[in-house]
C-alpha cells in the first residue's frame, strides 16, 4: 500500500554547520510526533556536517530523509529544492543552527487540526551564548512576530500585511504554511535577504491565517552568521528585497489599505535608515546612488507625509531618528 503523505515536512538546509545540526534536527525528534517528515539538505559542506546528517537518518530512517547538491548553490537554491522534495501538508523551514522549542510540534499539530489555516505564524526566542539580564530586558525570551489578533483564524489579508510588517520580522522560520502556498514562493537564488523578497509572493497564496503568541523556535545569536556583519553587497541585497516587497505587496489582489499601506511605508523607510547607518563607515559609492535611486522611486514626493503620519501617531522620536539617519546620510 501507497505510504500515506505526512502532515508536515520539517525543512532544514546546512553548510558547514557541524557544531549546531545535531541539536537542530535533535530538537526536532525529541518531540516524539507522529506523521510527519524531516528533510535535510547538505549544500556540499566542506565539514563533518554531511556524516551527521547520515547518521540522524541512520537513527530516525522512517523519519529523517538526507539530500545533498553537489556544489554549493546558497541557501535560497537549497531552500527550493527541499521545497521540491517536501511531501507534507505544511512545510515548515528550520534554520540549522536553529531549536523548535518543546511543545512546538504538538501545539501546531492542535492549531492545524482545528482550523486548517494556510499559514501559522509563531513567535521566538533568541538562544545566545552569553544569555544575561540585558538580554531579558530586551524581551529575548519571547520575541514577538506579529501586531494583532491572535489565536483565531482570520482571513483579512490587510491584517495580516500590516501586523507581519509592524514587527519586522520577516523570517521564513517563523512562518509554518501549506506547501502549496510555500511552493508559490520561489527563493531569489544568489541573494542576501532572500526571506523578504518571498513574503509578498507568500502571502499571495494565503486565504487563511493565525498567529499563536508563542515561542516555538529557539533562534541562535552566533558570530560568522549573515546577519553578524554588513557589506555593500549585503546592503544591495537588502535594497532590492525591500524594493520586491513592496512592489509584491502593492501588487497583492485588492491593494492594501490604509493601515496596510502606511506600515509598508514606515517599514520600507525604517530599511533606507538602518542601511545609512551601517554603511556610514564604507560610503560605498554604489550603494549610496542605488539607495539614492530607490528613495526617489517609492517616495516621488518625498518622506515628509510619512514621518508626519509617525507624528500624528506619537512616535515623535522615531520620525526624528527616520529623519536624522536620512539626513546624516544625504538622503533627504
Known sequence: MPQAAPWLSVLVPFHDVERYLEACVRSVLAQGEAGMEVVLLDDASTDGSAAIAEALRGDAPTVVRAIAHDRNRGISAARNSLLQAARGTYVWFVDSDDLLLPGSLRRL?????????????????????????????????????????????????????????????????????????????????????EDVAVVPALLEGVRSWIHVPEPWVGYRQRAG???????????????????????????????????????????????????????????????????????????????????????????????????????????R
Not at 533568541?126 to 529575548?140: A, I, N, Q, T
Not at 510555500?182 to 527563493?187: I, L, P, S, T, V
Not at 514621518?307 to 531618528?321: D, E, N, S, T
Open 109 to 193: 499539530r492542535d492549531v492545524v487540526d482545528a482550523g486548517s489555516p494556510d499559514l501559522v505564524l509563531c513567535d521566538f526566542r533568541y538562544v545566545r551564548d552569553d544569555f544575561g539580564l540585558k538580554h531579558r530586558l530586551r524581551g529575548e525570551r519571547h520575541a514577538h512576530t506579529f501586531d494583532g489578533p491572535s489565536l483565531r483564524v482570520l482571513h483579512d489579508r490587510n491584517v495580516l500585511v500590516a501586523g507581519l510588517l509592524s514587527k519586522r520580522q520577516l523570517h521564513v522560520w517563523s512562518k509554518v504554511a501549506k506547501r502549496e502556498a510555500w511552493q508559490r514562493a520561489a527563493f531569489p537564488q544568489g541573494r542576501y535577504f
Open 225 to 331: 552568521s549573515i546577519m553578524a556583519s554588513q557589506s555593500p553587497r549585503k546592503l544591495l541585497d537588502l535594497l532590492r528585497a525591500n524594493r520586491d516587497l513592496r512592489a509584491g505587496l502593492l501588487a497583492l489582489p485588492g491593494g492594501l489599505d490604509e493601515r496596510a499601506r502606511f506600515s509598508l511605508d514606515y517599514f520600507c523607510l525604517r530599511t533606507f535608515a538602518w542601511i545609512a547607518r551601517k554603511s556610514r563607515a564604507s560610503r560605498d559609492p554604489e550603494l549610496d546612488a542605488a539607495c539614492r535611486g530607490e528613495l526617489a522611486a517609492m517616495f516621488p514626493r518625498g518622506v515628509a507625509g510619512v514621518l508626519a503620519a509617525c507624528r500624528r501617531r506619537g512616535w515623535l522620536l522615531r520620525a526624528w531618528r527616520l529623519g536624522d539617519s536620512l539626513r546624516r546620510a544625504g538622503w
